[in-house]
């Protein structure tokens, strides 16, 4: 395993609801990446087609319109869509991290698609616990995608938004050995940018891992959108909302933060950073105790239905 890593975050604004111009866009990036030599890539929050806005703005009773546009560009995996992500990762030999609305069935949930740097699905991860108004968007994901994905380079995780509120989601995650961690979020909320911050540099330190935390940012052509359809989400949105940045496994930025533009960040992982903070402090060996606390993990699907013949 090499001692040092290129990688990369995708800050980018989705043509919102389009799934097909923003694929079109990520492949873009993702041949960016290759070309400057990055082995990994991560795309914001639902960045395919883009997080759902009017749920945090309108009234339940109003949003109906956009969900129903949702579902029709939301993602399916194994379709057209995930087959041109592969490609795009094949044809610049990097591991791709997308964020996305996954559609199965009649559910929407909020996922992150692994894709190898030879364009295989790796795997796909559904956030457990959609946050406040994300409830009348998406599914709850489960225990069964919580793992670590072995790689050349290292182990790689991730966790969703606000999951990183939760200090059991993070153990989960972090005491399996987790070496680069993806932090996605929706961008476009400059309010929270504080607690971005805090959150991402405590994760790296406290997991003693690299962390890539990537939003997405909203343009004046996304609000004019969004408010061409319902007519008030303007007055709530405004452009940017960014907070980017690529983190040491001290809470260090080594690229970032990215606030109200496009761009991708770039930065260079040393892996003796991580046996650095570890010989101090290493939360899944030798600074834990499991005879005083422990976390069980169900790593089990969850489904409504089983059928035993």
Not at 92 to 97: D, F, I, L, N
Not at 158 to 184: D, M, S
Not at 220 to 226: N, R, S
Request: a negative charge; one cysteine or more; hydrophobic letters at 40%.
């Amino acid at each position: 395993m090499p001692t040092n890593v290129k990688v990369a975050a995708a800050q980018l604004a989705p043509v919102f609801l389009d799934r097909e111009a923003t694929t079109d866009k990520a492949c873009e990036a993702i041949a960016e990446a290759g070309g400057e030599g990055a082995k990994l890539v991560a795309f914001p929050e639902t960045f395919l087609p883009g997080y759902p806005y009017f749920a945090l703005f309108l009234p339940p009773t109003q949003i109906n319109g956009y969900m129903q546009r949702l579902y029709d560009q939301a993602v399916t995996i194994g379709s057209e869509t995930t087959d041109a992500l592969c490609a795009a990762a094949r044809e610049a030999e990097c591991m791709v991290v997308m964020g996305l609305n996954e559609r199965e069935g009649g559910t929407l949930y909020n996922s992150q698609l692994f894709i190898g740097a030879d364009g295989t699905i790796l795997g796909n991860r559904r956030k457990l616990v959609p946050t406040s108004h994300e409830r009348l968007v998406w599914g709850r994901g489960d225990g069964s995608d919580i793992q670590l994905y072995d790689t050349e380079f290292g182990k790689v995780g991730a966790l969703i938004c606000y999951e990183h509120t939760n200090p059991l989601f993070r153990y989960a995650v972090q005491g399996q050995g987790e070496q680069i961690h993806i932090a996605n979020w929706p961008g476009g909320m400059a309010g929270i940018n504080d607690v971005i911050d805090a959150a991402v540099r405590s994760y790296a330190f406290e997991g003693q891992t690299f962390v890539i935390n990537v939003t997405s940012i909203l343009t004046e052509e996304m609000i004019a959108g969004m408010d061409a359809t319902l007519g008030d989400l303007a007055e709530h949105l405004s452009p940017g909302g960014g907070y980017s940045s690529i983190l040491s496994p001290r809470g260090k930025h080594l690229a970032g933060p990215l606030e109200d533009a496009e761009g991708i960040l770039y930065a260079e992982l040393d892996f003796a950073d991580i046996d650095r903070v570890k010989a101090i402090v290493d939360g899944s060996g030798h600074y834990a105790r499991p005879d005083v606390v422990k976390l069980k993990l169900k790593r089990k699907k969850r489904r409504p239905l089983e059928i035993k013949d």
